[in-house]
C-alpha cells in the first residue's frame, strides 16, 4: 500500500507527459504556415524572398552580397536549403530560421545546386559538377558522408525531387533530351518515366493519390504545367498561356502554383489540382524564378523578412544628350549615346570580371547614322539612339571547342535566343553548368540538316559558362525576338535571328530617345508621317515606337492596335 502511494503520482504525471507529447504535432500545427519562396534577381545578384500562399508582396528573405537560388523547405518547417555562390563557389547553404544562421553544407569547388530533402529530413539530394559533368549526389545530415548517385552516367543529372523515402525523381539528358528519371536509393538504378525528343520535361512534382507526375513540359512553342504518365498524356495541360517557368506542389499536394513569364516580368498563379479558378497571386515582377512551397514556422520567418520596398521606380524623364566616343572599344563607329554609356560599362566590366577578359572591348556595331536604311535593317533601329550594342557573332574555337552558343527561346510565339560564353577556367570559379541544349546554327545544319528551320537543336555540351544574357538585363539591356515575317524570316536569313543584338530602353520609348539626342526639325525630316508611310511600316509599329502620328489616325480601328 505504502509503493502504490508512491507510484500514483508518478502515474498520474506520465499520464499527463503522454497526452501532452500526443496534442504537440496538433498544437504546433496552428504556428505554421503556408508560404512560398523563389528566387529574386535586383540590382544584378539573386536573393530569397518570400509571401503568404494566399498572395501578397514579395519579402526579402536573404540580403547578401551573393547570389541565392534553388530554395528547398525542410520538413522542419524552418530551415531553408539553398545553392548559393560565395566568392565565386556555388555551394549547398542552409538557414535556420529560428536564429537566422547559414551554414555551409557542402565544401567543394565545383558548382552545386538544386538542394531536395528527404521526407525525414535525415538526407540532401543535390547535383554536382565535381566529377566533371552534373551528378546527383546525396548527403547524410548527420554524418556528412556523400555518396555519388550517378557516376556511370556521363549526361547531366540534376534538379533531383523525393518520390518517397526509397526513390528520387529527376532530370537526365542521357536520351538527348530533359526527360524524369527515378532513381532507386537502394542500389542507385536508374529509369526513364517516360522519354520523348519532342517534349521537354522538367521540375517533377509527386502528387499524393494520383496517377502520373506533374512537371513543366515544353513542347513546340509552348511550356505548361503537365501531367507525365504514359497513360494518362491526354489530359489537358493546367495551365494555358503557354509560358510557365518554374512550379511548385502545395505540401498537402492539393493545389499547385506557377510562374507564367510575359514581357514584363513574371506572374504567380495558384490553382486547385480538383478544378475551379485559377488565382492570380503576385506579379508582374521581373526575373523571379525557382519556386518553392512549403509548411513554416510563422514567427521563425517572419522574423527573417526584410522591411517591404516598393518596387516602382520613379518615371524617367527624357533629358537632353549626346555621343560619347568609346575610344578603348573596336568597332566601325564606337559611340553611345551618353545616358546608355554607364550601363554599358558596367555590363562590360561585370562580364570582364567574370571571364578575365574584355569580351565587350571588340563588338560589332553601336551606334548608326539617322540617315542609315538597307532591306535587313530596321528603319527604327535603337542603334541610331546610340542605345544599342550588337556583340560579335562568333568568338571562334580554342582546342576543338566553341567558346560560345546560343540556347533558344520561345515565348509566346516569339524567339529568343540566350548567349552563352564558356568560362576560360573550368574549375568552378566562373560560371554555372550549361544545362540546355545549344542550337546548331551552321551552314549544315541550316542548309542540309534542317533547311527552312533556321538550323536545329545540338547536343547538351559539358563544361561552365557565363549567361550572357542574365547579366545584360541586369544591367538593362533587353535581347529582342528573331524576325519572323515573310520578307525576312529567321529560319531563312541568319541577319534576321538577332541573338547578338541588345538595346537599352531605360523605360523611353524610341522616339523619346531619339529627342534626346536630335531636334525636331531634324527628327520630323527623316522620321515624318509621309516618310515612314511611304516605307510601309505598319501603323501598330510607328505607335510603339512612340512616333507622333497625325490627328486623323491616332484613334485606330481595333485590329490595328499594337497585337
Not at 249 to 276: I, K, M, N, Q
Not at 403 to 425: A, F, N, S, T
Request: hydrophobic share 40%; proline share 7%.
Amino acid at each position: 500500500m505504502h509503493y502504490n502511494l508512491h507510484i500514483k503520482p508518478l502515474l498520474v504525471l506520465l499520464f499527463a507527459l503522454s497526452f501532452f507529447l500526443l496534442a504537440a504535432p496538433a498544437l504546433s500545427q496552428g504556428t505554421r504556415e503556408s508560404w512560398m519562396v523563389a528566387a529574386r534577381r535586383t540590382e544584378g545578384q539573386s536573393d530569397l524572398w518570400a509571401l503568404p500562399a494566399n498572395g501578397g508582396p514579395w519579402q526579402r528573405l536573404t540580403a547578401t552580397t551573393g547570389d541565392e537560388r534553388w530554395p528547398a523547405w525542410h520538413p522542419n518547417g524552418h530551415t531553408l536549403a539553398y545553392a548559393a555562390r560565395r566568392d565565386r563557389n556555388w555551394d549547398i547553404y542552409s538557414l535556420e530560421l529560428r536564429t537566422g544562421q547559414e551554414r555551409r553544407l557542402t565544401t567543394d569547388p565545383h558548382f552545386e545546386g538544386w538542394p531536395a530533402w528527404s521526407p525525414d529530413g535525415r538526407f540532401l539530394a543535390f547535383a554536382s559538377f565535381r566529377e566533371g559533368d552534373l551528378d546527383l549526389f546525396l548527403l547524410d545530415i548527420n554524418s556528412n558522408e556523400v555518396r555519388n548517385l550517378t557516376a556511370e552516367s556521363p549526361a547531366h543529372d540534376f534538379e533531383p525531387s523525393w518520390e518517397d523515402a526509397n526513390h528520387l525523381l529527376f532530370v537526365s539528358t542521357r536520351d538527348d533530351s530533359h526527360d524524369i528519371f527515378r532513381l532507386s536509393l537502394a542500389d542507385d538504378t536508374a529509369s526513364p518515366l517516360l522519354t520523348s525528343e519532342q517534349r521537354s520535361e522538367r521540375q517533377a512534382m509527386v502528387v499524393p493519390g494520383r496517377q502520373g507526375i506533374l512537371v513543366v513540359a515544353a513542347e513546340g512553342r509552348t511550356r505548361d504545367l503537365a501531367w507525365l504518365d504514359a497513360a494518362t498524356s491526354h489530359r489537358p495541360a493546367l495551365s494555358w498561356a503557354g509560358g510557365v517557368t518554374h512550379a511548385a506542389l502545395s505540401p498537402d499536394g492539393g493545389s499547385v502554383a506557377w510562374l507564367e513569364h510575359r514581357w514584363d516580368g513574371e506572374v504567380l498563379y495558384r490553382r486547385s489540382l480538383e478544378g475551379g479558378e485559377t488565382r492570380r497571386l503576385n506579379g508582374p515582377i521581373p526575373q523571379v524564378s525557382d519556386l518553392a512551397w512549403g509548411m513554416v514556422e510563422r514567427d521563425a520567418l517572419r522574423a527573417q523578412l526584410q522591411p517591404l520596398q516598393a518596387d516602382a521606380l520613379p518615371p524617367y524623364t527624357p533629358q537632353p544628350s549626346e555621343f560619347v566616343r568609346l575610344s578603348d572599344v573596336e568597332t566601325t563607329a564606337p559611340r553611345l549615346s551618353e545616358q546608355a554609356l554607364p550601363a554599358f560599362q558596367t555590363m562590360r566590366a561585370r562580364v570582364a570580371g567574370e571571364l578575365g577578359e574584355d569580351f565587350l572591348g571588340t563588338v560589332s556595331e553601336l551606334v548608326r547614322p539617322i540617315h542609315f536604311s538597307s532591306e535587313e535593317s530596321d528603319y527604327l533601329s535603337w542603334h541610331k539612339a546610340g542605345r544599342a550594342v550588337d556583340t560579335l557573332l562568333d568568338l571562334g574555337w580554342r582546342r576543338g571547342i566553341h567558346l560560345m552558343d546560343v540556347v533558344r527561346e520561345d515565348w509566346h510565339g516569339d524567339v529568343y535566343w540566350r548567349y552563352w560564353i564558356r568560362c576560360p577556367q573550368q574549375d568552378g570559379s566562373c560560371g554555372e553548368p550549361l544545362v540546355e541544349a545549344p542550337w546548331d546554327l551552321t551552314l549544315h545544319a541550316r542548309r542540309e540538316r534542317a533547311p527552312g528551320q533556321g538550323g536545329l537543336r545540338g547536343p547538351f555540351i559539358a563544361g561552365y559558362y557565363i549567361d550572357f544574357t542574365h547579366i545584360a538585363e541586369d544591367e538593362g539591356w533587353e535581347r529582342i525576338s528573331s524576325y519572323e515575317i515573310p520578307e525576312f524570316d529567321w529560319r531563312e536569313n541568319m541577319v534576321a535571328l538577332e541573338y547578338w543584338h541588345y538595346q537599352y530602353t531605360d523605360g523611353l520609348n524610341w522616339y523619346e530617345a531619339m529627342s534626346e539626342l536630335y531636334s525636331p526639325d531634324e527628327l520630323n525630316e527623316m522620321f515624318g508621317w509621309a516618310e515612314l508611310r511611304e516605307r510601309d511600316i505598319p501603323l501598330w509599329r510607328l505607335r510603339s515606337k512612340g512616333i507622333p502620328l497625325p490627328a486623323d489616325v491616332r484613334t485606330v480601328p481595333a485590329e490595328m492596335v499594337i497585337p
